[in-house]
């Protein structure tokens, strides 16, 4: 009975959480997005907006945790606060993924899908923090690279969406290389992991595993795009060597760190 009162409670506490979600996105839409536009200097006004996202979820975070919905155990994350520019590559095995880091990750900046852009819950919230969309490929390169000029970590999930299975990873898109070599920028893998899965691209909302899920975040040392593409000629081939060179570390380490498992 116990048990069931739990599931019941935390099934509500995730409903709950989403609906609030969702109106905070669309009254920010509503009401923040047009103020936002009228601050006269633009710098600033990009640091105010990531400044509130972050601190919105910052406390989502706090409060999922503090009603028993999920846990968090995040490694290195310090490197996420006080590390400079910097580009950010993870993989995604939950719907949440996004909320988590842009939580630990004060100065962020994300690639968005280009179907946000018309999401009412999202498309203020992506305009006035002037996120990247992934609508154009050379924009994105060129949009990321302008971020990471101004200090702002882009947080970007090379995959494209969630990842197709628990131990599996969607092949790697080249568009985190070629930002990184462009601005210069050292790339800093996060391995994410959810125990046991929950929100993830074979669930909906309401699939509220048997217990508090745990999400795991593992922020790896940094790595420099010019030792990954230091013998590539073109950019297009040094690239391909980074993110390569990437996706293969970071399937590794995902099992090194149990987050994937031999044999499944």
Not at 144 to 168: C, D
Request: with cysteine.
């Amino acid at each position: 009975m116990t048990a069931r009162l739990d599931y019941l409670w935390r099934l509500c506490a995730t409903g709950m959480a989403f609906v609030v979600f969702g109106l905070c996105g669309m009254l920010f839409s509503v009401l923040v997005f047009p103020l936002a536009w009228l601050w006269p200097h633009r710098a600033s006004r990009q640091r105010a907006v990531t400044a509130v996202i972050h601190w919105f979820f910052r406390a989502l975070v706090a409060v999922l945790r503090g009603v028993g919905v999920m846990e968090l155990e995040a490694s290195g994350a310090a490197a996420l606060r006080a590390g400079g520019p910097a580009v950010v590559v993870a993989n995604h095995p939950t719907y949440l993924d996004v909320m988590v880091l842009l939580s630990l990750t004060p100065r962020a900046c994300c690639v968005v899908k280009n179907a946000h852009w018309r999401n009412p819950c999202f498309w203020g919230i992506v305009h006035a923090a002037e996120y990247v969309s992934n609508a154009d490929a050379t924009e994105l390169v060129e949009a990321g690279a302008r971020q990471l000029a101004a200090g702002y970590t882009m947080i970007v999930f090379p995959e494209g969406t969630r990842s197709p299975a628990p131990n599996r990873l969607h092949a790697f898109s080249r568009g985190f290389a070629h930002m990184a070599l462009k601005a210069g920028a050292p790339i800093v893998p996060v391995l994410m992991d959810c125990d046991p899965p929950a929100f993830t691209r074979q669930m909906r909302w309401y699939d509220v595993p048997a217990r508090a899920f745990r999400m795991r975040v593992n922020v790896l040392a940094p790595l420099g795009v010019g030792e990954l593409a230091a013998h590539d000629a073109t950019p297009a081939l040094a690239a391909r060597s980074v993110t390569r060179a990437v996706e293969a570390h970071m399937t590794q380490h995902l099992f090194d760190y149990g987050f994937f498992k031999t044999g499944n």
